[in-house]
């Protein structure tokens, strides 16, 4: 029996994507343990101390596997150089950036300058350009006008700092970015645009090849390996080119309400220690242990199932973020997630009462 042609396209683009994914997948396994052993040898590791609680040095090496597999694979399976170089050039150098700043400890506001002209390298001849906020209160789309490239570039810088403000449980902030690609991938094959999670496919290889070695599991009680600030800013600005991607371009797969939906717990955390911070009369970006996350630990967690209750959080707003694309109108997920952030900032201002709602559920 001969399939019918639109049969056939789909199961060569499930054949490549698999394929893809598990090029990725595999070539991150193997590779892990090699540059975890040159780490170790050369002294390029992450040492116990103030408000890190790891046991025993740990290489944070996890970005400087990834994203050149990332980009490898990309490339072996035909990404177009014209298309992505902004992406790629921009990983280089927060790759670059992060790797440095593991040794040296680079300022914040030096970062802050490098992560800023990233950021321009990608809204400007890249993917990453927020041109409308789609219908966010129910009264017609929000162009931005002249302020489109002024608020793409903090979009960027946002998401590049949440993710690295995420990274502090064993698999938490390679684990939410996976289950944030599954709904960016989900979306984009259900709406009739596989080329996108193509795209994504070799990303959300290299990420399972790394969480095999960070996330803690039955088979592994520590992770082996640190995403480090190389892989966490990375994933930030990925992350935001995909999701800009997905919400901006002809043939929209999610409105960018929706997107704000999937990425919700690093973005609406970031913000409310921000403010939490700033009331404290502490620098927005002074490292310290008040994030969501750490309250789970404090409220009597263990790392594993605090990062797992977070990931199906997560997962759970994707949930929200299609589910609601197609059932609601914009202006409800709009206000359900202005909600959220109010709710977080607010009690995030009081880390004590924030752990004692979470212990109740830790019982």
Not at 6 to 20: A, C
Not at 69 to 89: C, R
Not at 326 to 339: C, H, K, M, R, S
Request: glycine share 10%; with cysteine.
């Amino acid at each position: 029996m001969t399939l019918p042609v639109s049969r056939d396209k789909n199961v060569l683009m499930m054949e490549i994507f698999l394929n893809n994914l598990f090029v990725a997948f595999a070539a991150v396994l193997i590779l892990m343990p090699l540059a975890r052993k040159a780490a170790r040898q050369s002294g390029f590791v992450d040492v116990p101390q103030g408000r890190k609680q790891h046991h025993k040095p740990v290489p944070p090496i996890g970005g400087l596997v990834i994203f050149p597999v990332f980009i490898a694979v990309s490339l072996w399976s035909g990404a177009d150089l014209n298309y992505f170089w902004p992406l790629y050039v921009g990983l280089g150098v927060l790759v670059f950036t992060g790797a440095l700043d593991e040794r040296l400890q680079i300022k914040a506001s030096i970062k802050l300058v490098i992560q800023i002209a990233v950021a321009l390298l990608v809204v400007l001849y890249g993917q990453a350009h927020i041109y409308q906020l789609g219908n966010l209160f129910g009264l017609g789309d929000i162009g931005l006008s002249v302020l489109s490239i002024p608020v793409s570039v903090l979009a960027v810088v946002l998401l590049i700092n949440a993710m690295n403000l995420l990274d502090g449980l064993d698999g938490l902030a390679g684990g939410f970015a996976a289950v944030a690609l599954f709904w960016l991938m989900f979306a984009s094959y259900k709406a009739g645009a596989p080329h996108h999670a193509l795209a994504m496919a070799p990303l959300f290889g290299v990420l399972a090849g790394f969480l095999a070695h960070n996330l803690r599991n039955p088979w592994r009680r520590k992770a082996s390996v640190f995403l480090g600030d190389a892989g966490s800013m990375g994933l930030g600005l990925v992350l935001a080119w995909f999701c800009v991607s997905l919400a901006q371009q002809r043939g929209q797969v999610l409105p960018p309400v929706s997107i704000a939906w999937i990425l919700a717990l690093p973005i609406i955390d970031t913000c409310a220690q921000f403010y939490r911070r700033i009331l404290e009369g502490k620098h927005p970006f002074a490292p310290d242990r008040g994030h969501f996350h750490h309250h789970f630990v404090n409220a009597g967690f263990s790392t594993g199932v605090a990062v797992a209750y977070i990931l199906v959080l997560a997962f759970l707003c994707g949930a929200v973020a299609y589910v609601g694309a197609g059932a609601v109108p914009q202006y409800v997920l709009t206000i359900g997630w202005l909600w959220l952030l109010v709710f977080h900032v607010l009690i995030s201002r009081k880390p004590r009462l924030y752990i004692r709602f979470l212990k109740k559920f830790a019982r």
